[in-house]
Structure formats: C-alpha cells, structure tokens
C-alpha cells in the first residue's frame, strides 16, 4: 500500500517514515501495547479494539498512577505486560489482580520503555501525557515498531531524531492526532504536489476575547472546553492555543515542511479536522464529527478501516461551518511556535518545558492564565540570548546526532539516541526552572 503513503522525498512533503512493512498490513491480528491506556486516547483506543473483536490482541498497557483503572482493563484484556509510575503505584495494582493472572509489572521510565519495545508486539500506541510520553515513543521506534503516535510532544521534543531512528530501524509512525491524520488522509495517492497545509483549531473556551480580557480567566474557566473531552494539561493548552503550537510544531517535523508552509485556522464547529492546499490551489479537507475514535481506529487498522468508528457526520445537521484567522495578539503561543521551528536550536523543547511548568501553576492558582505564554516568551527569549553568548545558534537541531558518525549502528545508535534524550531532558528542566522563578521573581501578574 505505499502508493498510498504521503510522500518521502519531498520537495514538498518529506513525511517522518516509510510505510508500516507488507507483514504488518497483512496481519490479521495485531498485538498491541498502549501507552497512557487509562487516558482519554488510551480509552478509545480500547473502545476500538471492542468494535474489532479478533483483530487485536493486547500485549501490555501502561499508565501512571490510575491503578484501579488500569486493573479493571488489565482484567478484560490479559496482557502479559503491565507498566505504572512507581514501586507504590505497582503493589497498589498488584494487590487488586486476582489470583491466577500474573502479569509481569514494569515501574519507572525504563519499565515505560521496556513495555514500548517488547518483542510479542507489532503495534505500540504512543498515548502518554506530555514530554514523559517520548521514551516510549523513541523506545517503540528503535525497536522498529509501528508506532500510532498521539503524544505530540514527541516530534516537538525530538522529530529529527525519531526521523533518523526510523530510517535507521524501519520503524513506521502514523499520526493519531485528528488533525495530523486528516492531513495523512488528505495526502495518501497524490504525488508530491502540496503546497501548504492547514491546521483547523476550535479557539477554546476564550475565542473572540481581546487579550485584556483574559486576565482574570481562572483554571475552572480554562477547563470548559466547548467541543473536547480531555484532560487538564491539553485543555488548558486550548484555552492559550498552545495544544495547536505544539501540533503546528508537529506538522513540520512529521511532514517535513518549513514553518511558512504551516498556517492555523480557528474553526469553532470542529468538523474540518485539516486540510492541504495544492500546487494548483485547490485543497482537500478531511470532514467528521469530533470523536478521536476515527483517527485512532483508522491508524490502529491501516490501510482498511471496514466499518464505522463513530456516528456519521449529517452536514445539513452540522449546519453553517465558519473560519477565521487566529487572534496573535490575544493567544501569542502559535507566534512563538513558529519562531521555535525557525531557531530551531532546541527552542521547541525550551517551549515544551516552559509550558508544561507555567500550566501546572496555573491549575494550581500560583499564576495568571497570561503568564503562561509570557513565561514561555520569556523562557524562550533567554535561551536565545545563553546561545549567542555561547555563540551556538549554529548549531541548528541539536537533538538529531548531529555530529555524531553516519554509520552508527546497533547497541552504539541506540546509547547515542537515549543520550540525546538526557540532553533534552536536562534543557526542558532548564525551562521549568526558568519559569518559576520568572513567576517568583515578580513576572506574574498577581504577585
């Protein structure tokens, strides 16, 4: 089927892999782990699996800490393999599987990544939470897995690497996020003929509000998502239009586009997940109605989807559908997005970082729903100015083994890649300390 896949070799789209290998497609039954499996996408995803009663046995799951969730999932699907957060979290889960099941329990980010690579899987869905999300993902993707990828930040954190690991390891990765695989869908059997992709984003809760108005938004305010059902981090990050900065960043690592071929468009009724604008300027959009169980379960079962995943859209139903362009001046994060693929330079991991931290502030009341993106400016401004006085902005990436040998193979790739992950470790802690005492040293708007 890769006369179907988005193209490889550019000029226009150079996508992230190859196809998931002839075996794979033609499997009929695929084994499965699931990474972040008690969380709204892991969720689905199971849901899918009961929809497509034999086509999938599941071989691990993991989460962090939702131990009576994960042992109620572990008791309806058997897997051998098992992975939570800590020692704790695993005698909490061991204490509630019955006698006679006894799953092997794996803690920590190694259990994360030993889950992610185990050798009865083919499948691994890439689900967790945030920048923790990207061992699994790297460890998945060097044990050449096919890897249906909703962790977006591992291509903000790490795309060029996870690029050079799947052409290393075979690897296939194939993008969960709805508007990531609208814009696969909307890709598969054309030549190389794209232009320009297009980002559809709802606007949040706070869409149409003028940026001295967003102010006093408290975290209960932020958390009202008019169209997602999500967790507090990714809807926070919708509130700011950070979740389509991150997915901005995303869409130019998983194609291989620049950033002045990205655009954003806010479309309130989430039915156009995305589109592509072609050579000839005609474009297509991928249309549904907003349930994540359509890209999980198409990703899941590529290339075939025989059946419905989720209600039908009723366009007359929908009614009018609407776009326009984003506010910058109101929501800034997609402004500083494209700066950070521009730079490059690590800035999208000093992004990440900043974010997550000034979000977890500001769900616990510790600072202002502005100073979230006034934190990741700011964190990203200094960054900037530590390279010129380093004189490294040169450096370009520097998480993609740049400079390490080209023929770097086995056990040598693989230690060269997990260094290259305590690197953006360390500069996305950099950022999370430069946010807090940007908001302690009087930076945020309450103090």
């Known amino acids: 089927m890769s006369n179907i896949w988005p193209g490889l070799d550019g000029p226009g789209i150079r996508y992230i892999s190859a196809p998931p290998p002839a075996f794979w497609q033609k499997l009929k039954r695929r084994s499965l782990v699931i990474l972040g499996s008690t969380g709204s996408i892991g969720r689905s995803a199971l849901d899918v699996v009961d929809k497509r009663p034999g086509a999938f046995a599941v071989a691990g799951l993991a989460c962090a800490t939702s131990t009576a969730q994960l042992a109620e999932q572990a008791l309806k699907y058997r897997p051998a393999h098992l992975a939570v957060l800590d020692e704790a979290a695993a005698r909490r889960l061991e204490a509630l599987l019955p ?8 803690t920590g980010p190694e259990g994360y990544r030993t889950i992610a690579s185990i050798d009865g899987a083919d499948t691994v869905l890439s689900a967790q939470s945030g920048a923790a999300g990207l061992a699994g993902t790297l460890a998945a993707a060097l044990a050449g897995k096919v890897v249906c990828l909703a962790n977006k930040e591992s291509l903000v954190l790490a795309g060029d ?5 799947c052409r290393a390891t075979g690897a296939s990765i194939l993008p969960v996020d709805s508007e990531h695989f609208a814009i696969f869908d909307c890709l598969s059997g054309r030549k190389d003929d794209a232009e320009r992709l297009v980002l559809t984003a709802s606007g949040g809760p706070f869409r149409g509000r003028k940026a001295g108005e967003l102010a006093a938004v408290t975290p209960e305010m932020a958390l009202r998502h008019p169209n997602w059902n999500m967790g507090a981090k990714i809807t926070v990050d919708s509130a700011t239009l950070m979740n389509k900065a991150l997915e901005f960043i995303e869409a130019c ?21 995305s589109l592509v604008v072609f050579r000839d300027q005609s474009q297509l959009a991928q249309l549904g109605v907003p349930d994540m169980r359509l890209p999980i379960g198409a990703c899941l079962l590529w290339p075939s989807v025989d059946g419905p995943l989720a ?9 009018t559908l609407t776009f326009e362009h984003p506010d910058h001046e109101a929501f800034p994060a997609l402004t500083l997005a494209k700066k950070a693929m521009q730079v490059r330079a690590g800035m999208s991991v000093v ?29 990203m401004e200094a960054h ?45 802690e950099w950022a999370r300390r430069h946010v807090r005492e940007f908001l302690a040293g009087g930076g945020s708007s309450r103090c």
């Open 384 to 428: 900037l100015a530590k390279l010129k006085m380093e004189k490294a902005l040169h450096e370009g990436e520097p998480f993609s083994l740049a400079g390490q040998a080209p023929d770097l193979s086995g056990a040598a790739f693989a230690t060269a890649c997990w260094e290259q992950l305590g690197r953006i470790h360390e500069l996305g």
């Open 99 to 106: 006698a006679g099941y006894a799953p092997t329990i794996l």
């Open 351 to 379: 992004l990440n970082g900043a974010d997550e931290e000034a979000v977890k502030l500001f769900l616990e009341g510790r600072c202002a729903f502005t100073d979230i993106a006034a934190s990741v400016a700011g964190a």
């Open 311 to 319: 209600a039908p859209l009723d366009l007359a139903q929908a009614g």
């Open 161 to 165: 690497l996870l690029r050079r690991v």
């Open 253 to 273: 690592q998983l194609y291989g586009v620049s950033p002045d071929n990205v655009e954003v468009l806010v479309h309130p009724q989430s039915i156009v997940h």
